[in-house]
Structure formats: C-alpha cells, structure tokens
Nanobody, 120 residues
Framework: QVQLVESGGGLVQSGGSLRLSCAASGSNLRINVMGWYRQAPGKQRELVAR???????NYADSVKGRFTISRNNAKNTVYLQMNSLLPEDTAVYYCNAQGKVTAWSDFDSWGQGTQVTVSS
C-alpha cells in the first residue's frame, strides 16, 4: 500500500512561514497528482493546493500568492511553502497522492495529517 509521511507542521506567529513536506513510498509507484488539503474543527476538508506530475498547479483562492506547492518526482515528495500565514490558516493539513501502483490498480492515499497553528 502507498504510505504518505508528512512533516513540517507546527506553531507560528501571524505573518510567519512554514514548509510542509510529504513523502510517498511504495513499490512500482507512479503518482499523478499530489496535493494538500486542510480541515479546521467543524469545517469540511478543503483543497489547499495540488500539483500534477507535469507541474501544473491549482490553488485555493484563499492561499493564492501566499502558498507555493512543488514536487520532486524522483523522490515522490510534495512540498507546501506557506508564507504570510494568517490565523485563518490554522487547520490540520493532509497530504494526498493519487496515481497507480500497476496498470490496473489506482490509489488515492492520505497522510495522517499535521497540525498548523497560526497565532495572532
């Protein structure tokens, strides 16, 4: 099975920065899309940013201009650079990866989540 390991969450002051990392592991792994989602208490999980293998990106309107998603395909790793953080960014951030482990086997895996807390 595909395993996602996240790191980089923590507590930061408003206006500060954090860099999240997520490494995927598995045999014969080909990841098509990797992304970051977040969920605050009492709210639904929402897309923050995603990136395709080819490097195409999408961002939530709320983070455009502040967050940057990138990936290293050779390492099966995705990053989220978060700048100018706001208290509204406080949430549990989840890594997601979609792709194939074989020609007939798709996967859609989630990390365990990492807490990001932005204080005012």
């Amino acid at each position: 099975q595909v395993q996602l390991v996240e790191s980089g969450g923590g507590l930061v002051q408003s206006g500060g920065s954090l860099r999240l990392s997520c490494a995927a592991s598995g045999s014969n792994l080909r990841i098509n899309v990797m992304g970051w989602y977040r969920q605050a208490p009492g709210k639904q999980r929402e897309l923050v940013a995603r990136i395709t293998r080819e490097g195409n990106t999408n961002y939530a309107d709320s983070v455009k201009g502040r967050f940057t998603i990138s990936r290293n395909n050779a390492k099966n790793t995705v990053y989220l650079q978060m700048n100018s953080l706001l208290p509204e960014d406080t949430a549990v951030y989840y890594c997601n990866a979609q792709g194939k482990v074989t020609a007939w086997s798709d996967f859609d895996s989630w990390g365990q989540g990492t807490q990001v807390t932005v204080s005012s």
